[in-house]
């Protein structure tokens, strides 16, 4: 990423976004949560358990982002986004027992999951007031760039380098890496990083839902993979959530904005305004 923050920095509002020391301390908590404690973590746990229980646990992700935001942070949470957070999640342990059944799961790397979803929500919600860069496009290179190095410190010290054999890469791995690297990360983490300064914490983390609808059709369409009445009936619970979430309204956006003729009125005078 180290290309693309050079290519994005120079542009944009340079002097009213001004990239400092502040600037990096939040990428680095942000992307360390984020691109280390997220991806990195699951990646690991994903080498131990099936892709369907590891979708289950990724969808948490959700109740981290309303609990931590609720707790640590204040946010506002209506009864309808929590509604549609345990609906949702519902629809989850539904799908996730339609197609996994029958299995034994390593508990190291299921636990390994939940840290990584710990980490990812509290990494988003703590984005929110951090003091990212307001340029969406150098926000996430610097997140990227901070979350890698993390990641990579971690295995190198773990001694991952030693089981890596470039003769043996095959051309598959290279473009796997390739589709990760472009669409997961320059677009979709890009987009993640512009709706997470852009929409309610709620509405972002619907997507942990989605997720694993996506990955049981990519299974049916691409392996022959078998979808049951389960999986159907599971999938139209996930997709009902996510319209409860994508729906819901919180009563801090219902709030007038605050009126700036007033406030330096205020300022002059030196008092402090009452509400009415």
């Not at 049981?216 to 389960?230: D, K, M, Q």
């Not at 709030?255 to 009452?274: K, Y």
Request: include cysteine; charged fraction near 10%.
């Amino acid at each position: 990423m180290e290309p693309a923050l050079a290519l994005t920095a120079p542009r944009g509002d340079r002097e009213g976004d001004r990239l400092g020391v502040r600037q990096w301390v939040a990428a680095t908590i942000v992307g360390g949560l984020l691109c280390a404690g997220g991806n990195g973590v699951v990646s690991w746990a994903e080498q131990r358990i099936p892709s369907s229980v590891a979708a289950l646990l990724v969808a948490t992700v959700t109740v981290w982002m309303v609990t931590v935001g609720g707790v640590a942070f204040r946010l506002r949470i209506t009864v309808r986004e929590v509604l549609g957070v345990v609906i949702g999640f519902g629809g989850i342990f539904l799908l996730v027992g339609g197609v996994g059944s029958g299995r034994s799961f390593n508990l190291a790397g299921m636990l390994a999951v939940l840290v990584a979803a710990l980490c990812w929500g509290t990494g988003s919600v703590y984005s929110k007031r951090a003091a990212l860069p307001k340029r969406a496009l150098v926000s996430t290179a610097m997140q990227m760039l901070a979350g890698g190095t993390i990641a990579l410190a971690v295995g190198a010290a773990t001694g991952e380098f030693g089981d890596l054999h470039p003769a043996s890469i095959s051309l598959a791995s290279i473009l796997g890496l390739a589709w990760l690297i472009v669409p997961g990360s320059l677009i979709a983490f890009s987009a993640y990083v512009w709706l997470l300064q852009n929409a309610r914490i709620s509405l972002v983390s619907s997507y942990a839902y989605v997720n694993p609808v996506v990955a049981v059709f990519l299974g049916w369409a691409l392996l022959s993979e078998p979808v049951t009445g389960t999986t159907l009936v599971a999938g139209a619970v996930i997709l009902a959530a996510v319209a409860l979430i994508v729906t819901a309204r919180p009563h801090a956006e219902a709030r007038p904005a605050p009126d700036p003729e007033a406030e330096t009125l205020d300022d002059q005078e030196g008092g402090e305004r009452v509400p009415a």
